[in-house]
C-alpha cells in the first residue's frame, strides 16, 4: 500500500484507522506567509487554525512507541512546540542540516534546516544512532517551491524505521518523502493539498515507478 492523494489532510487523515502508520515524516508550512521569486505559493502559510487538528490526528494515526520527524519554522517554533505537546508527542531529539548557500539574509544568513523528533511512547533506538547535525544537497525546488532533498529525508527512514514500514507525509508538497519511503524500501501515504504540488508529485513518483493513486482507500488498522 503506497499511495499520494490529493487534499485537506486532517480530513483525509480523520478516516485513517488509530495506530496506522509507523513513521511520520513531513515538511508543514512555516507559518511565514512564503512566496517565493516566482510567485509561488504554499497552503497553509499564514494562519496556523490547521496545526493543532493535523497534530492531534498525526498523533492518533501513528502507532504506539513510533516517532515523528517534522520540519517546522524556527520563528514560529513556539507555536510548533505547544501543538505537538498537546497532542502529545514528546521531544526526544532535534535535528539541524547545515546548508553551504544562505536561503535569505537578513540579520544573518540562513543556512541551516532544523526540525523536531517526536515521539509517541517509548519507541526503541536506533543500533546506529544518525548525528543531529546532517548534510543538506540544494534541491533546485524544481517541483517545490520549499523542496526537501530526497538525500536529507532517506537516511531518517532507514534509521527510524524497518523495512516495509509505512510512512506518512501529512504535506507532502511535490512527494520528496514518498520517494525517499520508496527508495528505502519502506510504504508511503503522502497528502497534498494543492493540485498543482500533487501533479508535481505523482509525475515525479511515476519517474521512480512507484504507483501514486488518488481513489478511495484506507490505510489497515494496526
Known amino acids: 500500500m503506497s499511495r499520494f492523494v490529493l487534499g485537506d489532510c486532517v480530513q483525509i487523515m480523520s478516516a485513517f484507522p488509530d495506530t496506522a502508520v509507523d513513521f511520520i515524516l513531513t515538511d508543514p508550512p512555516y507559518l511565514v506567509g512564503f512566496r517565493d521569486r516566482s510567485?509561488?505559493?504554499?497552503?497553509?502559510?499564514?494562519?496556523?487554525?490547521w496545526l493543532q487538528p493535523a497534530c492531534h490526528q498525526m498523533y492518533r494515526v501513528l502507532k504506539k512507541d513510533a516517532l515523528m520527524v517534522s520540519f517546522y519554522g524556527w520563528n514560529s517554533a513556539d507555536r510548533y512546540i505547544a501543538a505537538w505537546k498537546a497532542a502529545g508527542f514528546r521531544i526526544v531529539g532535534h535535528l539541524v542540516f547545515t546548508k553551504t548557500y544562505s536561503s535569505?539574509?537578513?540579520?544573518?544568513?540562513y543556512r541551516h534546516e532544523c526540525a523536531y523528533l517526536l515521539a509517541k511512547g517509548r519507541p526503541r533506538l536506533p543500533e546506529n544512532p544518525l548525528p543531529d547535525v546532517?548534510?543538506?544537497?540544494?534541491?533546485?525546488?524544481?517541483?517545490?517551491?520549499?523542496?526537501?532533498?530526497?538525500?536529507?529525508?532517506?537516511?531518517?527512514?532507514?534509521?527510524?524505521t524497518p523495512p516495509g514500514a509505512i510512512v506518512l507525509?501529512?504535506?507532502?508538497?511535490?512527494?520528496?518523502?514518498?520517494?525517499?519511503?520508496?527508495?528505502?524500501?519502506?510504504?508511503?501515504i503522502g497528502i497534498e493539498m494543492l493540485a498543482q504540488y500533487h501533479r508535481a508529485g505523482t509525475k515525479r513518483l511515476a519517474a521512480v515507478n512507484t504507483p501514486a493513486a488518488n481513489d478511495e482507500w484506507l490505510p489497515e488498522a494496526a
Not at 39 to 49: L, M, P, Q, S, V
Open 39 to 49: 510567485g509561488r505559493t504554499i497552503a497553509g502559510d499564514i494562519t496556523d487554525e
Open 104 to 109: 535569505k539574509a537578513a540579520y544573518v544568513g
Open 134 to 160: 546532517l548534510g543538506w544537497k540544494y534541491s533546485g525546488n524544481r517541483h517545490h517551491p520549499t523542496e526537501k532533498p530526497v538525500t536529507s529525508l532517506q537516511p531518517l527512514i532507514e534509521s527510524f
Open 169 to 188: 507525509d501529512p504535506f507532502a508538497g511535490s512527494g520528496s518523502t514518498c520517494v525517499a519511503a520508496y527508495r528505502a524500501g519502506r510504504r508511503y
